[in-house]
């Protein structure tokens, strides 16, 4: 099936540092969505995009609709150790009842405290 | 923040027989999803319903069916289960527009099949 293009496949950082990862496609995307996950349960909604250019925050993550509509990006500042986890990209191709999502592979986060 | 339950959390069982995961909502969202993650693969989706009685195959839904008649639950089946179907399921949900858009994700179903 389908996925996203996404970078870097894991990170390792030290505490305190800022973080970027990102998503590519060749598909052009209406809507995009950045997930965590965490061991032992499901992800969980971070920022969703819904408008080419768009830039929103949520604390310390910022991500960012590309203008191409194909590519998106995510900006964690001043990193901490529950940030640890792995973090998804995902994006919507069509509106109406297919809702079906692309995925990334996801981009694995180790903070050094 | 319950709304999204999946039952069982875990469940081991034996190659050939039949295996039935639980998705139960409390948000009347119209769409719902079934997903298997494995490494290396990501999260891939086996069908989903875009409401009641109505469904559609994702991915990879060979060796599963799935059913929904009520809009708070939604059952995947596999039929007859193989090793190859080891995996961890997730549920997820959505609605229609704005903060309900994006999928909210049960916390998972661990299946083993040995």
């Known amino acids: 099936g389908q996925q996203l293009n996404q970078s870097p496949q894991s990170m390792f950082i030290q505490e305190g540092e800022d973080v970027s990862m990102n998503c590519t496609s060749s598909s052009i995307f209406n809507t995009w969505l950045w997930y965590k996950q965490e061991p032992g349960e499901g992800p969980v909604l971070l920022i969703a995009?819904?408008?080419a250019g768009e830039l929103t925050s949520n604390g310390r993550l910022t991500a960012q609709f590309g203008i191409t509509r194909k590519d998106s990006f995510l900006n964690i500042s001043a990193s901490i150790p529950s940030d640890v986890g792995i973090y998804f990209c995902?994006?919507?191709?069509?509106?109406?009842?297919?809702?079906?999502?692309?995925w990334g592979l996801g981009t694995s986060l180790a903070v050094n405290p | 923040d319950a709304g999204i339950t999946q039952s069982p959390r875990h469940k081991v069982t034996e190659t050939g027989t039949p295996v039935t995961l639980r998705c139960h909502q409390t948000?009347?969202?119209?769409?719902m999803y079934w997903y298997r993650q494995d490494p290396g693969h990501g999260l891939r989706l086996i069908h989903y319903?875009?409401?009641?009685?109505?469904?559609d195959k994702g991915e990879v839904s060979d060796g599963y069916s799935v059913s929904r008649s009520k809009t708070e639950d939604f059952l995947l089946t596999l039929e007859s289960a193989t090793s190859s179907q080891t995996s961890v399921y997730f549920c997820?949900?959505?609605?229609?527009?704005?903060?309900?858009?994006?999928?909210?994700f049960g916390s998972g179903t661990r299946l083993t099949v040995v």
């Open positions: 995902a994006g919507q191709l069509r509106a109406g009842n297919n809702r079906k999502l692309i």
């Open positions: 997820a949900i959505s609605g229609d527009r704005g903060p309900n858009y994006g999928y909210t």
């Open positions: 319903s875009y409401g009641v009685k109505d469904t």
């Open positions: 948000e009347n969202h119209r769409y």
């Open positions: 995009l819904y408008k």
